[in-house]
């Protein structure tokens, strides 16, 4: 038997059997489960399961399992269940609302799964936009055909991104997928430079991304609010004209001016708190980075990333960010070299490659979060690097990677810098974990 068929079967067991699940989903590194019966699950085993590296309760079941990994197993639990991946089972019963939800949390989710389905999109065309960049700076001539082609590759995702958006966020709350793309287009159409409005020409792409959400989620409200007002013989008519009518005139009236206010708003304020924060803002941002990731919350911070890549082609958040995994790496590597315990040196150098690379959450769930304090000491770690990378104004241009991965993508030739800032976090957060972070007793009772 197949290591990924065993743990989809071992899995599908603790989680009270394979009728008890309601829907099977995956990100990077997760298994996302909707069970039936909360009651039918056995945490503690599920925890114990072979290859699952930690399990997190919240609006889904999420099964920290790893890249690669986790793609496999949730192929297998998608035979075993016969639901595809992704989809729900209606017959069985609402999924669980969580337990501590807020408002705030529920709004970084719901923008999080808009744009979770194109990480892998985004993470290849940024590789590969860092590609073509780094060959540019390198001395490459810029008419050169092959790489005009990198470049052609690379920026598509990101020259019709608002159409995904759009396309997503009608998905993400019950519209017509097709409206919410409507809205993308809408938002950055270049013909909008052609009409005046009260003798100023309109500006395609104003408001960006938010614009979008914006739009497209109020494609939804009127959709449904028609759809009720309308004959059923004259839906498959009414329902989409009025809809993207209305919403149309709304969006050029109202929403793109009232979205650039805010896309404005935060990417300027953000900007103004790195330049007077410096080191500190660095260092806050940074160190506080893991406890998002360690509820899901970080994908919410999207569309910061993608308005700033929008307004001035880079994000000089996310090298910041990234020094969260690399004070990780470096609390994990102490812990390895200090521990005896056989079980979490095999868990660490499962992990490890995969750290460096800037997937995160194995050592998150694996190591220091289960053992207490190093995750602690690997937030300190993180938050050195992250005061190193404010200072150095690093830059990235595109999203979706982190760590060792995000090299390619640094701009202003900056490569060194960022990896200094990785080394810093790396050093720190070994010292921080050696010295105070970690103590044997600690794996005995993992």
């Known amino acids: ?3 990924e068929q065993r743990m989809a079967e071992d899995i599908a067991k603790q989680l009270g059997g394979i009728n008890n699940i309601r829907s099977i989903a995956h990100c990077m590194t997760r298994l996302r489960i909707n069970v039936k019966d909360e009651a039918a699950v056995h945490l503690s085993a599920l925890r114990q ?3 699952v590296m930690g399990v997190i309760e919240d609006d889904t079941l999420q099964i920290v399992i790893g890249p690669g990994t986790v793609n496999k197993v949730a192929a297998e639990l998608s035979k075993m269940v016969g639901l595809v991946i ?4 209606e017959d069985r019963v609402e999924a669980k609302k969580q337990k501590n939800s807020t408002p705030l949390k529920n709004l970084l989710r719901k923008v999080g799964n808009i744009f979770i389905p194109l ?3 985004l993470v290849a065309s940024g590789i590969i936009n860092g590609i073509a960049n780094f060959a540019k700076n390198a001395g490459a001539d810029p008419n050169a055909t092959w790489l005009q082609i990198l470049l052609l590759i690379g920026g598509g995702l990101f020259a019709f991104l608002g159409i995904l958006v759009g396309m997503n966020t ?12 409507i809205a993308g287009i809408l938002v950055f159409n270049p013909a909008l430079a052609t009409v005046k409005l009260f003798d100023e020409p309109l500006v395609p792409g104003r408001g960006g991304l938010f614009a979008v959400i914006f739009a497209a989620w109020l494609m939804t409200v009127i959709e449904r609010q028609v759809r ?7 839906d498959i008519i009414f329902t989409p004209l009025l809809t993207v009518l209305v919403v149309g005139l709304l969006t050029i009236l109202a929403i793109q001016p009232a ?3 805010l896309s404005d708003g935060i990417t300027e304020g953000t900007k103004a708190v790195l330049d007077i924060g410096g080191a500190f803002a660095g260092a806050v941002l940074a160190g506080t980075f893991l406890p998002l990731v360690m509820v899901g919350l970080h994908h919410g911070l999207m569309p910061i990333h993608m308005e700033f890549i929008n307004k001035i082609q880079v994000t000089p958040i996310l090298p910041i960010l990234a020094m969260a995994g690399a004070g990780q790496v470096g609390a994990a590597i102490a812990i390895f070299v200090k521990t005896k315990n056989k079980k979490l040196r095999n868990i660490i150098k499962g992990a490890l490659p995969v750290g460096f690379l800037g997937i995160g959450e194995p050592l998150l769930y694996g190591v220091t979060l289960p053992l207490g304090k190093p995750f602690i000491t690997a937030c300190l770690g993180a938050a050195c690097g992250g005061a190193f990378q404010a200072i150095m104004k690093t830059a990235s241009l595109g999203i979706g990677v982190s760590g060792l991965s995000l090299l390619p993508l ?3 030739n900056k490569y060194v810098f960022y990896i200094a800032g990785i080394v810093i976090a790396y050093t720190f957060g070994f010292i921080f974990t050696y010295l105070f972070g970690f103590k044997e007793e600690m794996a005995d009772n993992l």
Not at 86 to 89: A, F, L, T
Request: net charge neutral; proline share 5%; hydrophobic share 40%.
């Open 49 to 51: 399961v072979e290859g």
């Open 86 to 89: 992704g989809e729900v089972d």
């Open 119 to 121: 990480i892998p999109g």
């Open 170 to 181: 009608a998905k993400e709350f019950g519209g017509t997928p097709v409206l919410g793309a």
């Open 228 to 234: 009720k007002a309308v004959s059923s013989a004259v």
């Open 259 to 261: 979205a650039r206010i």
């Open 410 to 412: 640094i701009t202003d």
């Open 1 to 3: 038997m197949k290591k």
